[in-house]
């Protein structure tokens, strides 16, 4: 069993930057972020493969998201900057702990997930 516990949600106003943190307690070979804003659907952020350290990213989110991690310290981060207020959601980190060649990006490839954290924009 692998626990993801998150941290660095708040609330901001736009153009501010925030680093969310997910720190996991086994093994993972992806990880990843996703948000859900209120009334829509889960949405795919930014996710990372371990091995080589490849990344992939929605487009909406490209040159202002950074997902990156600390393997040794099983903890994977995601640098927002210049946020807008579209960006207001619950973040939420997801785990793969059986093995992927690429990032992934569909929620249901993850087999465990954070608690959520919420990042409030304000215009």
């Known amino acids: 069993q692998v626990q993801l516990v998150e941290s660095g949600g708040g609330l901001v106003q736009a153009g501010g930057s925030l680093r969310l943190s997910c720190a996991t307690s086994?093994?993972?070979?992806?990880m990843g972020w996703f948000r859900q804003a209120p009334g829509k659907e889960r949405e795919f952020v930014a996710a990372?493969?371990?091995?080589?350290?490849?990344?992939n990213y929605v487009d909406s989110v490209k040159d202002r998201f950074t997902i990156s991690g600390n393997i040794g310290k099983n903890t994977v981060y995601l640098q927002v900057n210049s946020l807008k207020p579209e960006d207001t959601a619950v973040y939420y980190c997801?785990?793969?702990?059986?093995?992927?060649?690429?990032?992934?990006?569909?929620?249901?490839?993850?087999?465990?997930w954070g608690q959520g954290t919420q990042v409030t924009v304000s215009s």
């Open positions: 997801a785990a793969r702990t059986f093995y992927t060649r690429v990032p992934i990006i569909t929620w249901n490839e993850y087999d465990y």
């Open positions: 086994g093994r993972t070979f992806s």
């Open positions: 990372i493969r371990w091995s080589g350290g490849s990344t």
